[in-house]
């Protein structure tokens, strides 16, 4: 499975934007970034994902880099709600589609 | 629509004693998954099924790990014995059939915590 490298973690404040970053230089040109996150003592949860076009929802945007090899994903106005454990991850939809977690990026919202 | 639903909450048992934990997916969900979350790591995938059969058991620990989906609706997951590097959260989850709709999200449920003393 290809590789994300994202930072452990990140501080914002409160009804300001976030950006968290991920590297993946590895990724194959048939791989789809996904992104989820994980609120304390819960199950993680579906974000967003995209193969090449930057992507836009409710919850998010996400932004992918023009090689494709590094995406952000965006919180356009940050809540204490949205204080969680954020992954990038790469799902290959010719294999049996399973998620492969990292250890992704711990948000921590400033109030 | 209702969530993918777990039970137990949470458990508690001594190491050699088994424990079964129980996963209800969302309805029409073909593709069921367990996961095992050690604290400070992310989810690791145990076993996929599609339906009622296994798509992807490689990092199941067979010797005591065995899973279960009858009738390809509800899964149980079974530690037998239980040692004590098996206390983690584990997490079902579901998504629409594997075949037709390739990006369908993950709907996870909120876990089982298991403790083994």
């Known amino acids: 499975d290809a590789k994300t490298t994202q930072p452990n973690s990140m501080e914002s404040n409160e009804e300001e934007p976030v950006h968290l970053p991920c590297n993946h230089s590895?990724?194959?040109?048939?791989?789809?970034i996904h992104w989820y996150r994980q609120l304390p003592s819960q199950g993680p949860e579906y974000v967003i994902h995209g193969l090449t076009s930057n992507v836009n929802n409710r919850m998010a945007s996400l932004a992918i880099a023009e090689d494709r090899k590094s995406s952000t994903l965006i919180l356009h106005r940050a809540t204490l709600r949205d204080a969680a454990v954020y992954y990038c991850i790469l799902r290959d939809p010719f294999g049996n589609e399973k998620l492969t977690f990292g250890t992704g990026t711990r948000l921590t919202i400033i109030p | 629509e209702a969530g993918v639903a777990q039970s137990p909450r949470y458990k508690i048992i001594e190491k050699r004693q088994s424990v079964a934990f129980w996963c209800n997916p969302i309805s029409g969900h073909a593709t069921l998954y367990w996961y095992q979350q050690i604290l400070g790591q992310g989810p690791k995938l145990l076993i996929q099924f599609q339906n009622n059969g296994v798509v992807d058991d490689s990092q199941l620990p067979k010797d005591r790990f065995s899973a279960e989906r009858l009738k390809g609706v509800d899964s149980t997951l079974k530690i037998q014995p239980a040692k004590l590097e098996d206390s983690a959260v584990y997490l079902c989850?579901?998504?629409?059939?594997?075949?037709?709709?390739?990006?369908?999200?993950?709907?996870f449920g909120n876990g089982t915590r298991l403790t083994v003393t």
């Open positions: 989850a579901s998504s629409l059939e594997l075949q037709s709709s390739y990006n369908s999200p993950l709907h």
């Open positions: 590895t990724i194959s040109g048939t791989d789809y």
